[in-house]
């Protein structure tokens, strides 16, 4: 199928536009409310993203590729009249901040929301930062970087005239693995300041109702390209703010995220060219790979450009390679039966040129690898997430037992596909407490605004409570108001809405259904604690009850080093680095007590008939230069994720990878050479799997490969890789033995091998999506949607 261009091609540079000048036209509101600022209510989220191609190279003009996922921010801002302050309340990592108005009072300037905002200068960061810590001494530098991201948005738009409000930010999504928490934070900030003060929104949302009722007399082309500029504006004028916020948190960024985020869907995006939407391409199934090694977007970005300084004429090619991986990808992705997966695999490659990679990293890859599946590092890399492309046609018994093999490695996987919804505004159901008064303005009269603060704080003790592996808007019982991809805000809302209203999945195809998407989903494994357990925490409700644990994923602890909460990026002493240490094959430690024991996965995975382990894979020793080692010095702490006996089910990529360590050692170059003798037998008589083992599974008949030996026991499912370098979240792999006395069962049967050609297609197609495709409002008018993607939760 070809690609089915719906709209046009190429978007401005928003980010880039809205430094210098204004793009949207905005209502002078805020200019005009001067000394009297309201805030509306609103309930705001944006997605995740991963990069599929092109990270790293998109900061130098580039050209990547990113797609928006399931996986949600959640901002929550109403007007708190009584607090006399600027409420902050981040509980995913743990931190509240209340910043008196009168602290903020001092910062004088003409609000902008109908010119871009400015980038934060260095003056007025460390003034906030002064306001922060004197409220909260013991920041972490994690946490003040999202608290100036909120403060900086607030101050551009609102000048000296800031209202008291409280902004809860609650996020599905893992902190700084990757996924874009940030972007997704900035863009949900950027939707929810700009719609409460009344930049973006009810206007708007008037204006669409009214292009609703001129539809009857106008042709629908006319209704369509009006529409479409509205939207365009706005979403424009959210991305821009939504950069602006980006780069209180990460100093240069490229835009990629935020600009995915905002819109939604896939697109290519290229600095200072703006993006292009990637419809009638097609859709694909992906895993997405959590390794649970923090990483640190800044400090890979700095170590990227450090080592292109140091060496432009090996690195400049390298990132002209992913560009032109970027844009083949952009051609294939509109191709039938397009298999992207020799280009994620020289991606990968070519982000390990760059050191973006990582031992867990690498290990993700080599286990996927052993399926025929091809990952690479989505984001910033050096830790964080991986993606696994999954090729048409792959059996999904496959990539099951991929995913087993991951998480029995013990790493967090789930299943996830390309495109999905921007950012939204959400309307709470009918029954909440909130939603009784939150119609009501913050025009209202003192007293009506103090009913309502109280119902607020209510349904934020609600927002800020953990919820496992539901989503974030199932448990908040939420609709999305008006999904803005391609499209416009918010569209009018119904008097009521049923409590759970059924998904409305406008852009699935009956005959040709999603793939089974995995409930398992990784979300922040912040520890929650009792409220009251939290210094400076003042929670208003709830304070001594217990709140319910989300269930963690194993967090690996060196017993030397104290645990650290999770996201702190606080810059450690020189002294405190440990040295890079090459992984340690007998290494093993223990679980710490109050970690849960091996899950079923690992169980399965142990008595999966392995010949060898992930353990004898083996990982090189860096050669670093001074100049990496004092960056290495500098950075967040670095952990394994991975333990030393995973099984690695296909023996051929083991051997392979032994092959490649005899050659690397003069005493088993015989070792070495029969290897390779075998493989050239093996090739001769007919199994074509040789050269391609990392795209073609093992074929279900190999009768020239011995039976792998059982498995009887197992010693652990857990060790050390390499040393912790510091500080924070410096956690080692640990698990007691297992004594696994069950009797081992018969050697599972190898995967099919892949064939693109012949199979059948099981992925729809993004056509779906198109914008011709997308519903409008129901006769009742109580349709919602305007997005590409759209659905009630
Ligand atoms: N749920 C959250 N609550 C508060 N701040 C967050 C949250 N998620 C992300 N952040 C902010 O974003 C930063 C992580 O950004 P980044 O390193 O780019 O990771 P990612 O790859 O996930 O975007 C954190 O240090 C924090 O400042
Ligand atoms: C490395 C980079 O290309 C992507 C960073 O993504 P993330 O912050 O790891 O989600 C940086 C950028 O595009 O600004």
Redesign the pocket.
Known sequence: MGAVPTRSPTHEPANEAMTTAPTAPLPPLLAASRGDTKIVPVLASAPGKA?LFG??A??YGKTAIATAVDLRSYVLLYPTPSARAVTIVFPDIQFRVAVPLESLAAFTHAPSPTTAPRDLDPDRRAALTAIIKAQCPDVLPTQLAAALAVLHVLLELCGDTVPPFTLVLRSEIPVGS???S??SLSVALAVAMLAGFGVVGCSQVEEVGAAKRKRARTTSEEVATAKDDKKEAMLRTVNAWAFASEKVI?GN??G??NTVVTYGGSLAYTKGAGMVPLTGCAAFEFLLTNTLVEKN?KI??DKVRHRRDLLPTVIDPVLDAMHHLATTAQSLLTAETADLSPLIHVNQTLLAALDASHPAIDNVVALTSAHGLPSKLT??GGG?CVMTYVPPGTPAETVDLAMADLRGAGFDTFKTQVGGMGVALHRVAADAPVARVGEKRARDDADEEGAEVKDWDQWMARFEKPVGDHKICDHLNTAVLGAPIDGAMVAASPASLPRKAAPVDVGRRVDEPFPPVSSDRPHNDSAWRRASDLDGWDHPVDRDVPMPMIPQAPRRTSPSQPPSPRGSDAPRSPSDAAPYVPPQGNATSTRPSSTPGPSPFAVAAAVTPTATTARDVPIPTPTLSPADESMRGAESSRTSAIPSETPAPNPLFVMDIRAVTAWSSAATVGAALGATLLLVIMKRYGWDGVHSHWTTPMPAAAPELPPPPPLARRESVASTYYSPMVGVGSLEAATPPIDLTVPVPPAPAPAATTNVDRAPRQFRSWAAYRLSDMPDYDDDGSVVSLGREFRVW
């Open positions: 990069i990270e790293h998109v900061v990757g996924l874009g940030s972007a990460h960024p490229s990629v995220d977007t890979q970005v984001g910033a964080g």
